[in-house]
């Protein structure tokens, strides 16, 4: 018996260390944990507007974390740290007991200690040899590790959800601040998140994540770290969280994940664990402006077209189907909602949801006030008649409300997309960049990687190859009906103008400001499909350009920012443009490890700036004549609203087939700045939008911030440019007597022959 006995212990003996002791890893690697490297990117002003912590982790091995926070989590997770030996027998019990009545893993029992084990050492698998080795570890650390390193370790590695892994990081995901500079109120949400970090989380149920920070308030009181009255006053601040469902570590997403792209490129990934600063051109104020252009912009174009979808009555299954929202649903949109409008007040053009409580009049409740709505509040769904409410909304439907300058107006999530990038023409930096109109709905960056028609936008580019290879702004083309066959075989093509009307003979100026399709086409024929596409590769726009006669009216692709790009050619004097949007990139330990590169010189810069070798791509004479023109556009033409700004601006409308796509690009000698908006979809815009009409609003609406502070300039004639009157039917040089004259800006050497008198009829010959 004594045998057998000794035999079965042994056995187990053996069994046990097969499964539980064999292969157990080392508690000292848990020393060997090093500092996490912070990536930190920063505005120009050095101002943070977002972090890479290496894998959602920052390590801080204990410093700066603050001992009410760890006071928080300790009062949460295991009140009894400082005095177990790494286990709870009373916790494992009661937790085995209710595993038992529920016939599954229900209750948790473990320490920080076992947490530890867990999160470095160990999987998270819930088997019994798993759990055995756990204890096994525990046990070690606890004779390994002071308290302090443990507790330490723990901090470091938690999971507080939405990629944020250690008190850090959760800190800078959920309020953009170190977890130094953490409130009391912020310090019990966080600790609140540590067991159910998807289901505590303010973004997913706010209500049970504020039942769940009192009770860690709660416990602190019990615990005698802080008193009752603190914990009250705690609960009621409201929670100023900066998240957005996507997980990511900044409130301008489209800025920084640009920049990590830049970085990686030039870098490789493994840089963001090794602690760098990446600077960016960006001007905080100027990026909060173009986002507010952006949001003004499509929101009034939606409530001009006229295309609403509706209240929201349930979430769309992928079946089809639609479960209506529950009150709890409701709940926690609104209780989310109220805790942000406490401490940010109503924004202009943000969305707000609001619940509907009477139909006669309109009456909505929008947090706790109760708003009486006006017919001017949904006036724009149906512009040509009243709006029958009962028809479209019942009690209790969801609606968004927008806040206007005019007041609370019935809104939506837009389904259009917005562009807008600003350059700063003298130093070379983005100033600031929108890549659509809400990151959380769709992370695709527009600005850089959409390709779309360029429409009307394209035409600078064919007439400065026309003047390049000869042509004047007084020269003539006659706006009439054409017809082109691409061979025996193919259909004829009819171009048309916007306004499907033909206007005779018409300047080359003319046909730019005021962007007349049939002239641009018959410029481009004239100099040529091969001259202009390789002139147009000069501008290194990255473009998709078809090899027929459309090119003029800009079917084309490419980038916003590429067209963009191309535009500060003429803008910088005919000089080549490369926008930078990384000032710097610092290494901790290593100094500076990238500089951006000075900017090409302007022709404003002291005399005796060398421009960089071979940057030239126009003539700067070129250039200016283009600029001189697009001035035009502003003043006479298509994109006259940038006349609101009151200062010389050149700029340029572009609509592709159907108003897809919608443009303006315009500059001052020390801003350009460019907008696009339409539809992923490609889907027409709708009746009448087109650049001036859609795009130039938003173009004001920025450069009226961008702006402000600076001196009225106007462009500088450079050498080589003359004035001359002409005659403006004729395009020569203009008699006395001639009727309709203008004064024309022309290379040295292209101005035209003195005007003859021609009339109407022998003018038209001469065209023929």
Not at 683 to 700: H, M, N, Q, W, Y
Request: glycine share 8%; aromatic share 10%.
């Amino acid at each position: 018996m004594l045998l057998v006995c000794a035999i079965a212990f042994i056995f187990a003996g053996v069994w046990t260390y097969l499964l539980v002791f064999k292969g157990l890893p080392s508690v000292q690697e848990l020393k060997g944990e090093d500092t996490a490297k912070l990536t930190k990117v920063t505005a120009a002003d050095g101002t943070p507007i977002g972090y890479f912590p290496h894998q959602g982790q920052i390590v801080m091995n204990g410093h700066n974390i603050p001992i009410t926070l760890k006071q928080a989590i300790i009062s949460a997770e295991d009140a009894t740290f400082y005095d177990h030996v790494g286990l709870e027998p009373r916790r494992i019990l009661s937790a085995l007991i209710a595993d038992i009545k529920a016939n599954s893993y229900v209750q948790g029992a473990s320490t920080i200690t076992q947490q530890v084990v867990r999160s470095y050492l160990l999987t998270r698998e819930k088997t019994i040899t798993r759990k055995l080795r756990e204890i096994v570890l525990a046990l070690r650390i606890e004779k390994t590790l002071t308290k302090e390193q443990i507790l330490n370790l723990y901090l470091d590695r938690i999971y507080l959800g939405s990629g944020a892994y250690g008190v850090q990081a959760a800190s800078l995901r959920y309020f953009g601040k170190e977890c130094r500079e953490l409130e009391l109120s912020e310090m019990a949400m966080l600790a609140g998140l540590a067991p159910a970090p998807a289901r505590y989380s303010p973004l997913n149920d706010f209500p049970t994540c504020k039942r769940r920070q009192w009770y860690v308030l709660s416990r602190m009181v019990n615990e005698g770290y802080i008193t009752e009255d603190e914990a009250k006053e705690a609960y009621k601040e409201p929670l100023r969280i900066i998240a957005k469902d996507a997980a990511l570590f900044t409130d301008q997403p489209y800025v920084t994940e640009y920049a990590r792209t830049l970085v990686t490129e030039r870098f490789g990934e493994e840089i963001f664990g090794k602690g760098i600063i990446i600077r960016t051109s960006i001007i905080p104020e100027l990026q909060r402006a173009a986002r507010l252009a952006v949001r003004k912009g499509i929101i009034e174009l939606e409530m001009r077209q006229g295309k609403y979808r509706g209240p929201v009555r349930g979430t769309v299954q992928p079946d089809g189907t639609v479960l209506p929202l529950s009150l709890s649903e409701k709940e926690r949109i609104f209780a989310y909602q109220s805790n942000q409008l406490e401490w940010k007040g109503y924004e202009p053009y943000e969305l707000y949801w609001a619940e509907v409580v009477g139909l006669d009049p309109l009456t909505v409740k929008l947090g706790t006030r109760r708003l009486e709505l006006g017919p001017d509040s949904y006036a724009w769904i149906n512009p040509k008649g009243r709006w029958p409410l009962r028809n479209h909304l019942e009690q209790g439907d969801m609606i968004m409300l927008c806040q206007t300058p005019r007041g609370f107006v019935i809104s939506q999530q837009p389904s259009v997309q917005g562009v807008l990038m600003a350059f700063d023409l003298e130093k070379g930096g983005i100033l600031a960049m929108v890549g659509g109109f809400d990151y959380s709905q769709s992370q695709f960056n527009r600005a850089i990687f959409a390709k779309r028609q360029s429409g009307s936008a394209i035409k600078p580019f064919i007439y400065a190859a026309a003047i390049d290879k000869g042509m004047t702004p007084a020269s003539i083309i006659f706006d009439a009906p054409v017809t082109y066959r691409a061979g025996a075989d193919e259909e004829t093509w009819q171009p048309k103008n916007f306004e499907n009307k033909f206007y005779g003979a018409t300047s080359l100026r003319t046909g730019l400001v005021l962007s007349r399709n049939v002239v641009t086409i018959k410029i481009l024929g004239e100099i040529g499909l091969d001259y202009a596409l390789s002139y147009l590769r000069h501008f290194d726009m990255q473009a998709n350009l078809p090899r027929n006669l459309s090119l003029a009216l800009g079917s084309g692709d490419m980038s916003p920012y590429s067209l963009f790009k191309g535009y500060a050619v003429f803008a910088s004097y005919g000089l080549k443009f490369e926008p930078h949007l990384i000032e710097s990139v610092v290494q901790s330990g290593r100094g500076t490890i990238f500089r951006a590169p000075p900017s090409t010189p302007q022709p404003t810069e002291p005399e005796g700036a060398v421009p960089v070798q071979n940057s030239r791509v126009i003539p700067e004479q070129t250039a200016f004549i283009i600029t001189n023109i697009l001035k035009d556009v502003v003043q006479e033409g298509t994109g006259w609203r940038a006349k609101a700004l009151m200062r010389p601006v050149a700029g340029k409308t572009g609509t592709s087939d159907d108003s897809r796509d919608t443009w303006f690009v315009g500059y001052t000698p020390d801003v350009l700045c460019g907008v696009w908006v339409g539809y992923d979809s490609m889907t027409s815009l709708g009746d009448s939008e087109t650049g001036g009409k859609t795009a130039c609003p938003i173009f004001v609406d920025f450069m009226t911030t961008a702006l402000r502070d600076r001196p009225v300039r106007d462009f500088k004639v450079p050498e080589g440019v003359v004035f001359a009157k002409v005659n403006t039917q004729t395009g020569q040089t203009a008699l006395e007597d001639s009727p309709e004259t203008r004064f024309e800006v022309f290379k040295e050497g292209s101005v035209p022959a003195p005007d003859k008198g021609e009339s109407d009829d022998q003018l038209l010959k001469e065209v023929f």
